[in-house]
């Protein structure tokens, strides 16, 4: 990618044309880095073909623009502009202040929907308008500069998403005029706050479920409307699950749907009279009577008739019409004495006919129980009509959550696939992070906001932070120092401190440094979207490079944030000449 901007004026040509067919953010960097040399036709091609990507950079959800913001955010760039301080040169910190879930990490996610929300940043004539009707009062002059002011001269520093990150280091760090990046803070908050809350709810339901087992997420219609849903979906899908039963997030966001049916479709049926449809097809294309090689399957499993007949239909139909993909819902009347001798009367005849049965889904009652009766079921069944039955697919739904996950691990359980709605996409344990977004320097000189709450103190000045490793290659320890200070090398020994504990300091000689933050906007776009499936993998690869003690569900250890001892003495002497001194007469 970065080889194409040294290349002839032919391959920069063949840039565009990839450019204008593939719509992609890193073909939008180098065409950025290029532009210069482009030749005047080229330019005018360039210019059409960026139409089509500039629609592809808007946010994804509709309400995403300049005025999805808090009133107050727009009084206080009134009265900077009012009192001439809008266009000082300003930092703030994107950060949060505890860990969620009572667990000791985090995982960073949003980065892009932020980026998409920068890069279209803007007030219309039409939001001036409303806004004005609203403040008559105002300077007229106001609203001019409104109309006028973009993102051309703010810069973003930030975290890749998908990284595991931790309280009080800066996921994004927003450098600009201070009106405009005033403006950025409410929209950019709303975008990382559910985004990282998300991944990190999904992430943690992957360790408890593990790595082998496959999750879903069946959340739409539990969700907080349709924008929560369908960031549910994506995030989820972030954070490790496998699929999701939404259509829409799965088709907007390239990731498998999955689902089957629900007890309304069993309950539909009656009795075998409701099938209209009698055959079906065996896999080299003969016709079979699949309603009779059923019964005969039935007779052998179920002699008695005990099961439920109209569900017997449902789970017949639905094999009729999913005979690849027929996964059956067990549990509307009675799991282990009618579901599941259903469910292989059906597998059975399907298996007859050339096809293979998946499984099935049990979505109430004692999970741990019934799925070990159901594999047994499964089991028996294999070794008398010798079939391969014994690793059917067991699904589980039914309120599930990473506690009950935990749990059932412990009943040692035979589950293979976690359905996860309610608890996963409204993150019921925790419904909010607590992202913050803090003035730190204004106009080259660092600000700090005091508290007696300790909690709320913020870390003065620009700063950048870098992740130490030790010699077995688990991080130990993120240090913030001051931008432009010399960073933490491998093997050369730092002293690291607490942010607000004296007493608390260590000397640590990395084996390797990571630095946590880049450039990733300067005006536009200085790298690619991250994408979907890219931030996923790092997700992956986060976790498993922490120690277990950080991840675990219970007491996990916490993990440091340390100052550099320049950034510590810094701080605290900030602190002290911007704290009043109280007099006692």
């Known amino acids: 990618r970065n080889g194409f901007a040294q290349q002839s004026i032919d391959r920069k040509r063949l840039l565009i044309l990839l450019y204008t067919t593939c719509n992609c953010s890193w073909l939008l960097c180098a065409i950025n880095r290029i ?9 005018v091609k360039l210019g059409e073909a960026r139409l089509s990507v500039e629609s592809d950079m808007k946010p994804h959800s509709n309400f995403v623009d300049a005025m999805l913001t808090d009133l107050y955010q727009i009084s206080m760039a009134y009265a900077y502009w009012y009192t001439g301080r809008v266009d000082k040169p300003s930092v703030f910190d994107l950060f949060f ?8 990490f985090t995982i960073f996610a949003g980065l892009g ?15 001036v308008k409303s806004l004005q009707d609203r403040f008559p009062d105002w300077d007229v002059g106001f609203w001019d500069w409104l109309r006028k002011i973009d993102t051309s001269q703010v810069k973003i520093y ?9 309280p009080r280091v800066p996921l994004i760090r927003v450098e600009g005029p201070l009106g405009v990046c005033q403006l950025l803070e409410t929209t950019m908050l709303v975008l990382v706050n559910f985004a990282s809350l998300m991944t990190t709810n999904a992430a943690r339901h992957r360790l408890a479920a593990g790595k082998n087992k496959i999750l879903l997420e069946f959340g739409l219609r539990r969700a907080q409307g349709p924008d929560g849903a369908m960031s549910a979906s994506m995030y989820s899908y972030m954070g490790g699950f496998d699929g999701t039963s939404n259509v829409k997030a799965a088709t907007l966001y390239g990731f498998t749907m999955m689902g089957t049916h629900a007890h309304s479709f ?15 097809k065996s896999s080299d294309g003969k016709e079979v009577n699949f309603v009779e090689l059923v019964g005969v399957k039935r007779d052998l499993l179920d002699p008695d008739h005990a099961g439920n007949e109209g569900e017997l239909a449902a789970f017949i139909a639905y094999a009729q019409a999913y005979p690849r993909g027929f996964l059956a819902l067990v549990d509307t009347y009675d799991t282990l004495n009618s579901g599941i ?5 059906v597998a059975l005849a399907l298996h007859d006919l050339g096809y293979k049965a998946r499984g099935i889904r049990l979505d109430s009652g004692d999970l741990a129980y019934l799925s070990k009766q159901a594999r047994k079921a499964f089991t028996a069944t294999a070794e008398k009509f010798s079939v391969p039955f014994a690793k059917l697919t067991i699904v589980a739904s039914n309120d599930l959550s990473e506690e009950v996950i935990y749990s059932l691990n412990q009943q040692g359980h035979q589950i293979d696939c976690f359905g996860i709605g309610t608890n996963l996409v409204t993150c019921k344990n925790q419904p909010a992070l607590g992202c913050v977004y803090k003035l730190v320097e204004l106009d080259g000189k660092p600000r700090i906001k005091l508290s007696q709450d300790v909690v709320k103190v913020t870390i003065p000045g620009r700063k950048e932070g870098y992740r130490l490793f030790n010699k077995d290659g688990n991080p130990v320890l993120d240090l913030l120092i001051p931008v432009g200070h010399q960073p933490p090398l491998p093997h050369r020994r730092v002293l690291c401190r607490h942010p607000f504990d004296a007493n608390k300091r260590v000397y640590v000689t990395p084996s390797r440094v990571q630095p946590l933050h880049e450039c990733v906007w300067d005006g536009k776009l200085t790298k690619p979207l991250p994408s979907l499936a890219d931030t996923r993998k790092h997700v992956h690869e986060q976790l498993a490079l922490m120690r277990e003690d950080h991840l675990r569900h219970v007491n996990p250890t916490p993990y440091k944030l340390s100052l550099s001892s320049d950034l510590y003495t810094f701080m605290h002497d900030l602190w002290l000449s911007e704290t009043p001194i109280h007099e006692i007469h």
């Open 35 to 43: 532009l210069p040399e482009m030749e005047k036709d080229d330019e």
């Open 97 to 104: 202040r505890k860990n969620p879930f009572k667990g000791e």
């Open 113 to 127: 929907e932020v980026l998409r929300y920068v890069h279209s940043f803007k007030f219309t004539d039409e939001d």
């Open 158 to 166: 930030a975290i890749q998403p998908g990284t595991i990150v931790f």
């Open 266 to 280: 069993v309950s539909s049926f009656t009795s075998l009279k409701d099938l209209k449809k009698r055959t079906l």
């Open 341 to 345: 001798p259903n469910f292989l009367a």
